[in-house]
């Protein structure tokens, strides 16, 4: 496919009815689209599969690296049906909640969630519908049920989700239907799967090991949406590969006053890391039906870019809008308006390689490496990788020279689609280092991107049958 955009914060999109046949999604790419989002809180395996197709044959015909990111649903709260799909709810008014499944109404409301009665305290506050209802709690019977007073009014339909922002709830992080879910996940052989309403590392840890047992090379994202996961971000962030600031639920649960200054600081904490980091929800909402965006959400999308975020991600704008494309083509007009003008986000005091990192000297390697090609302005930053460790880490530097990355694991090629700037290639030689970096040269002169008299940097590592962390760089001008 020639003429593909290639900005450097790269475009998450989820797939729904909206974009979910081979020409629509084909028209998501060309319109910008680095990764698709497979959320399975909707739909079957069985459509799943489909689009999983599909974006493998956009891949095998139209030579692109576009990575799949599966979306477990979690431990969603929700409440069960309402009577006639409505009920009008005013302040003051007294509900129950229980686990037993009924029609609700004034008198009962089925709550999808076997523990209420155990973990919920008097006085605590429930929030229905991403905050649009709030009642608060104020008793709890002995047949475990809770009683709450209505403190935010409002239409309280059928399916609405709950959050407990003054609760812990005890639900695993991965429930019955996540681990039907992940196994399909990993038969699929997606890139990504993302983890929902992470509390701790130690659910981390726990989907880990289902990956490992399987010997499962899908990467890990961890959904930042709960007020518990902020108390321990430094651990999650380690023990994860990716991370997503998921602005809906954070946004109910903690006062949203508070969003941008989180969402800042995880981007940073990220790239300090060398972890991609994902900004995601409501960031052109207004395009699920209209043609173009509120000025808001342009501001934004800007604002993502420029703090540095890897990619920023729709949902219903693509899966359930009426504009898929045209929504793309808007976020990706945005991020190139502002990734061609002078500002860059400044670095430089805070982005350097951390001594305490057990790959000190690797990192040291690639951010010189990133200096070197902004010194000499080379028309390419080249690395090599095998873990993918070298690709995320020459990302984080944010370097001003276009990043190319090659390995010879299959599955990184997609994976590093995720990751800010970088274009990976699949490259399998190994022979000696000046080889590798001539033929990966001449790879990219033959794909247009750097021509005679270019001057290239490269990262590598020697001897090359060791396998060792990066720890060379080399200067070429090509022939």
């Known amino acids: 496919?020639?003429?593909?955009?290639?900005?450097?914060?790269?475009?998450?999109?989820?797939?729904?009815?909206?974009?979910?046949?081979?020409?629509?999604?084909?028209?998501?790419?060309?319109?910008?689209?680095?990764?698709?989002?497979?959320?399975?809180?909707?739909?079957?395996?069985?459509?799943?599969?489909?689009?999983?197709?599909?974006?493998?044959?956009?891949?095998?015909?139209?030579?692109?690296?576009?990575?799949?990111?599966?979306?477990?649903?979690?431990?969603?709260?929700?409440?069960?049906?309402?009577?006639?799909?409505?009920?009008?709810?005013?302040?003051g008014d007294i509900l129950t909640f229980t686990n037993e499944k009924c029609v609700g109404t004034m008198e009962k409301i089925y709550v999808s969630y076997p523990n209420l009665a155990g973990d919920v305290r008097v006085g605590n506050i429930i929030m229905i519908d991403d905050g649009k209802i709030e009642v608060r709690v104020v008793d709890i019977t002995k047949e475990k049920n809770v009683k709450v007073e209505v403190t935010l009014g409002g239409i309280l339909s059928s399916k609405?989700?709950?959050?407990?922002?003054?609760?812990?709830?005890?639900?695993?992080?991965?429930?019955?239907?996540?681990?039907?879910?992940?196994?399909?996940?990993?038969?699929?052989?997606?890139?990504?799967?993302?983890?929902?309403?992470?509390?701790?590392?130690?659910?981390?840890?726990?989907?880990?090991?289902?990956?490992?047992?399987?010997?499962?090379?899908?990467?890990?994202?961890?959904?930042?949406?709960?007020?518990?996961?902020?108390?321990?971000?430094?651990?999650?962030?380690?023990?994860?590969?990716?991370?997503?600031?998921?602005?809906?639920?954070?946004?109910?649960?903690?006062?949203?006053?508070?969003?941008?200054?989180?969402?800042?600081?995880?981007?940073?904490?990220?790239?300090?890391?060398?972890?991609?980091?994902?900004?995601?929800?409501?960031?052109?909402?207004?395009?699920?039906?209209?043609?173009?965006?509120?000025?808001?959400?342009?501001?934004?999308?800007?604002?993502?870019?420029?703090?540095g975020a890897d990619a920023v991600m729709l949902s219903g704008e693509t899966a359930a809008g009426q504009h898929p494309a045209l929504v793309v083509e808007t976020m990706r007009k945005i991020i190139g308006e502002v990734e061609q003008k002078e500002y860059r986000y400044n670095?430089?005091?805070?982005?350097?390689?951390?001594?305490?990192?057990?790959?000190?000297?690797?990192?040291?390697?690639?951010?010189?490496?990133?200096?070197?090609?902004?010194?000499?302005?080379?028309?390419a930053l080249i690395g090599m990788t095998q873990s993918g460790k070298t690709g995320f880490m020459l990302s984080s530097y944010r370097p001003e020279s276009p990043l190319y990355v090659f390995t010879k694991e299959r599955t990184l090629v997609n994976q590093l689609s995720l990751s800010w700037g970088v274009r990976a290639f699949y490259f399998d030689q190994e022979t000696n280092l000046d080889s590798m970096i001539d033929e990966q040269i001449s790879v990219l002169k033959k794909n247009g991107l750097v021509k005679s008299g270019d001057v290239v940097i490269n990262t590598g590592s020697t001897p090359v049958h060791l396998h060792l962390p990066t720890n060379v760089i080399k200067l070429t001008k090509v022939e």
């Open 160 to 307: 609405k989700g709950l959050n407990l922002p003054d609760t812990k709830i005890s639900l695993p992080a991965l429930t019955e239907k996540d681990l039907v879910d992940l196994a399909f996940i990993i038969e699929q052989e997606c890139d990504w799967v993302a983890l929902s309403f992470v509390r701790s590392v130690k659910d981390i840890v726990i989907l880990r090991s289902k990956l490992d047992e399987k010997k499962s090379k899908t990467k890990i994202i961890a959904k930042i949406e709960k007020p518990e996961a902020l108390v321990t971000i430094r651990d999650i962030i380690n023990e994860s590969d990716a991370i997503m600031v998921a602005r809906g639920d954070l946004g109910v649960e903690l006062p949203v006053e508070k969003i941008p200054l989180i969402q800042r600081d995880l981007i940073r904490k990220c790239i300090h890391r060398a972890k991609p980091v994902i900004v995601a929800t409501q960031m052109m909402e207004s395009m699920i039906d209209r043609v173009k965006p509120n000025r808001s959400e342009i501001t934004d999308v800007a604002n993502a870019v420029l703090e």
């Open 1 to 91: 496919m020639q003429n593909t955009p290639q900005q450097k914060t790269k475009i998450v999109a989820t797939v729904g009815p909206a974009c979910d046949s081979y020409d629509q999604m084909l028209a998501l790419v060309k319109a910008g689209v680095n990764v698709f989002r497979l959320n399975f809180s909707h739909g079957s395996h069985e459509d799943k599969a489909q689009i999983i197709k599909h974006i493998r044959a956009i891949n095998a015909t139209e030579g692109q690296n576009i990575a799949i990111l599966a979306d477990l649903q979690g431990p969603k709260l929700r409440v069960g049906e309402i009577e006639n799909n409505a009920l009008d709810l005013k302040v």
């Open 347 to 379: 670095r430089e005091d805070d982005l350097n390689p951390q001594q305490h990192s057990p790959s000190f000297s690797s990192d040291a390697i690639c951010y010189n490496a990133c200096k070197l090609a902004a010194d000499i302005k080379a028309t």
